[in-house]
């Protein structure tokens, strides 16, 4: 199956309206739970990964934790599209809420 090309990049405005979507339709706010939102993960980490030799996506799962806490799983992903199990694979992202930027995708609209 031929790979139909994307393109990424969105506005502000437009990434706020999805945010705000997701967190209306899952019912998430800044109280319910420690990373709720999303998380960060360290730009040296984030490259690490998609500089590995065959790498050509980066794939985000959603997951959680034994103790029910949300987390991000980030995978890098080959041209076949499958996940890169032997490589780099990075969890222990910096969980927003509470690391959220005032007045970023923290903050509902």
Not at 65 to 71: E, F, H
């Amino acid at each position: 199956m031929a790979e139909q090309d994307r393109e990424h990049p969105i506005g502000w405005g437009q990434a706020r309206e999805l945010i705000n979507a997701h967190r209306s339709a899952a019912g998430v706010t800044a109280s319910t739970s420690e990373g709720g939102f999303g998380g960060a993960f360290k730009k040296a980490d984030v490259i690490a990964l998609l500089s590995q030799a065959n790498c050509q996506f980066l794939r985000i799962y959603y997951a959680k934790r034994a103790n029910g806490s949300p987390t991000l799983v980030l995978i890098g992903v080959d041209a076949d599209r499958k996940d890169m199990v032997d490589g780099i694979v990075l969890d222990n992202h910096y969980p927003c809420p509470p690391w959220c930027p005032p007045g970023g995708a923290g903050e509902k609209a």
